[in-house]
């Protein structure tokens, strides 16, 4: 289905009121003043373009983007300044306003580029007008060294820094109870062992003991008490809080997280009704996502007319879910003229979003491509329905707008933008823009098809099949060409975007269970590709991958890792057994690794990722997600450039 750090913050803890240290030193790439940022002041920011490190050296303009966490039930919020140049350096202020600030992180972006202080953002504690940190800000802070991430920042973890500012938190604030909670976490990410698990038991029976009538910390008990293994205690919590606050927050949780457990599609579509039903005072913003995750059942369902009721009662549906009513149904030319209505209702939806209803922590940037490219897919939709009931030249029109929104970028919208000019006789400009498409590594078998009837109808035959020889070598011809373009193009990317890293050694077990060590691979070119056998992007990509494979599996020096990851199976066995189903299910031959935890060493952030490693043992290339069929050029470029003499 078609769908729509070098550098970090160091606190120096010398008493319980002393200040935080300055995010950065000066001379450095980036800092911020006063040292201590308070909510109601105005804060300057420097960002040095000359410092050494700095990734924004010839910037012609320069945004700090400073991203706010809050109160725990509020979003973050995203704060954008332009900066000026003042000689070598950058400056900016903004003023703090936001009452229910807690902690700020920032990072420097100039137009596709982004100084992030090499993946360790900066960040700044929020202080209060006594000269303390605000309750919060410390555990703000610690979670992000912690996690590594918040939102789209990131920093490499530090345990270290997290402790130290947990620490200071319970000195300021004893009634913190959270800090309790990530001092656990901080427990078991250095030692998973049983010793540390009885301990952290021992510990979290006391806390439940102490806080048996904080409705907000029994919810993060009960999942303690299941992450430590002792489900029963877990169940006691559990029936215990539903009995104190049979209608209150922690009632709302724990019924809301029986729905994921029902894997039948229509129970779960009850349970979610009844959840709304049960409990009507929720927030509104958690009321709005339920309901979205009951429209997404209903489409799953392949019910789309209760999907549709459900949008007629949400505050704020998205246009995007009309397009995922709509496509189905035009998809297998079912119900047509319902499902083009839909798709227009949702396409002038999308084209009349409201700015002010951007989320608080997108850049405006993100926002406005991630409304092009949704108007872009809605245009789609709906030129395809506008095709399927003839009306061809107003198809053709918003797929011209479609193809212009989304930049050429998508193949599947721009073979049938080319079949619909086809049937719309204009076969001369079918030719022009797939010759475009393939030069931008934008094409696929199904364009490529329809540029062969365009070809034939414009010589005035009925098919490619009835051409000459001749014709048919011209053809060839002019697709090799362009083809020859897509290369160079490529090509020259994949230069660019070359790094140079250490591999992250490991050993794991193929399906058979014979070990594989990475770093024994040396003298080869190694493809790792981290996937689920649920993960969609993952799945459509493979058919790709098998390709590229087939092409290298009799080349000694080309290996192949796809690494299954993040599965959800009871235990080992079981993951194995589930790729092994899934492998032969779908004939892929390419070999298989079941993950131990490695993708966490290699940061990975989402799947599909492959990381192409050099003969050296340096991680060359890295891509995340699936573009689409240009993927068999560009990872075949890659794995030549690496095999090339010159490597």
Known sequence: MKHCLTLICLVAFVSILAPAAFSQQEGGIFSFS???????????????????????????????QALIARGTDTDPLLIETPLKKEGDKWVGHFKLEDKEARWVVFKLVSGENTDDNAGNAWDAV???????????ALTQKANFFIYGRFYSYKHQPDMAIAKEALEREKQLYPDSWRVTLLEWEIAVREDEGAETKSRLLK????????????????????????????????????????AKYPKGKFAEQMYGSLIWKEKDQAKRALLMKKHL??????????????????????????????????????????????????????????????????????????????????PSYASMKS????????????????????????????????????????GGEDPDVNARYLACMVRNKNYGSAIDLGLKCIEKGKDSEKLIESMKEAYARKEGFAGFDTLGADKKQKFGDMIAAANKIKIEQIREGILKSRISKPE?????????????????????????????????????????LQKVYEKYQ?????????????????????????????????????????????????????????????????????????????MVDELTQQIEVLLSPAN
Do not use: H
């Open 34 to 64: 006063p040292a201590q940022v308070k909510i109601g002041e105005t804060i300057t920011l420097t960002y040095n373009s000359a410092a050494e490190g700095a990734a924004l050296k010839d910037a012609a303009e320069i945004d700090c």
């Open 126 to 136: 929020v202080y209060s007008g006594d000269g303390k940190p605000v309750q919060g």
């Open 203 to 242: 510990d979290v029976e006391q806390f439940y003991k102490v806080n048996a009538l904080n409705e907000e910390a029994l919810s993060s008990l009960v999942l303690w008490y299941e992450k430590l293994g002792d489900s029963a205690k877990a169940n006691t919590v559990r029936e215990e809080g539903l």
């Open 277 to 358: 039903e049960d409990f009507p005072n929720m927030a509104k913003s958690q009321r709005e996502s339920y309901m979205q995750n009951l429209f997404y059942n209903y489409i799953q369902m392949k019910d789309p007319d209760k999907a549709s009721d459900l949008l007629s009662q949400m505050e704020k549906p998205e246009g995007g879910m009309y397009n995922e009513l709509a496509w189905p149904l035009i998809e297998k030319g079912e119900q047509l003229e319902k499902a083009v209505a839909w798709a227009k209702k949702g396409l002038e939806m999308a084209r009349n979003q409201d700015p002010r209803e951007k």
């Open 367 to 406: 926002w406005e491509e991630n409304k092009k490219y949704s108007t872009g897919m809605l245009l789609d939709t709906y030129a395809y329905g506008l095709c399927q009931i003839g009306k061809l030249e107003e198809a053709e029109k918003n797929y011209a707008e479609a193809y212009k929104l989304m």
């Open 504 to 544: 992250v050694d490991f050993t794991l077990k193929d399906l058979k269970g014979n070990e594989v060590t990475l770093s024994a691979l040396k003298g080869k070119v190694v493809v790792i590709d981290f996937w689920a056998t649920w993960c969609g992007p993952c799945k459509q990509s493979f058919p790709y």
């Open 554 to 630: 009799n080349n000694e020096k080309v290996v192949f890792l796809a690494v299954n990851a993040w599965e959800r199976q009871k235990d080992y066995a079981a993951t194995v057994a589930n790729a092994k189903k899934f492998m032969e299910a779908n004939k892929y031959t390419f070999p298989v690794l079941i993950d131990e935890k490695i993708i966490d060493k290699y940061e990975v952030e989402g799947i599909p990722t492959k990381f192409i490693i050099d003969t050296n043992g340096n991680i060359a290339f890295k891509s995340v997600g699936f573009s689409g069929p240009g």
